[in-house]
């Protein structure tokens, strides 16, 4: 069975930082391009950043460009999102998606961080 598995979220105060990181299993890892989304209280899930199977390229949202910066180490099966200088407006649940070659997605069950001004 697939999964994901995401932690490192909590509180935080206004300009702090956080790291998530969010395991994957190990017969979709190396051939799924990786990503971070997230979703506010009220809002719709939002794509915040992604990376490519090999870690050689990364996307990210304008609202996080240099604060956010997402990795993956394949020897570990993990991936992380480092995100400094954060602002109340990243409140939100982070979730881990990892988009197999085949076409399937699948999701982890989020981890939230709460930034406090």
């Known amino acids: 069975q697939v999964q994901l598995v995401e932690s490192g979220g909590g509180l935080v105060h206004a300009g702090g930082s956080l790291r998530l990181s969010c395991a994957a299993s190990?017969?979709?890892?190396?051939?799924?391009?990786m990503s971070w989304y997230r979703q506010a209280p009220g809002k719709e899930r939002e794509w915040v950043t992604t990376i490519t199977n090999d870690g050689g390229n990364t996307l990210a949202a304008d609202s996080v460009k240099g604060r956010f910066t997402m990795s993956r180490d394949n020897a570990k099966y993990t991936v992380y999102l480092q995100m400094n200088s954060l602002k109340p407006d990243d409140t939100a649940v982070y979730y881990c998606?990892?988009?197999?070659?085949?076409?399937?997605?699948?999701w982890g069950k989020g981890t939230l961080v709460t930034v406090f001004s």
């Open positions: 998606k990892a988009r197999h070659y085949t076409g399937m997605d699948y």
């Open positions: 190990i017969i979709i890892f190396s051939s799924s391009e």
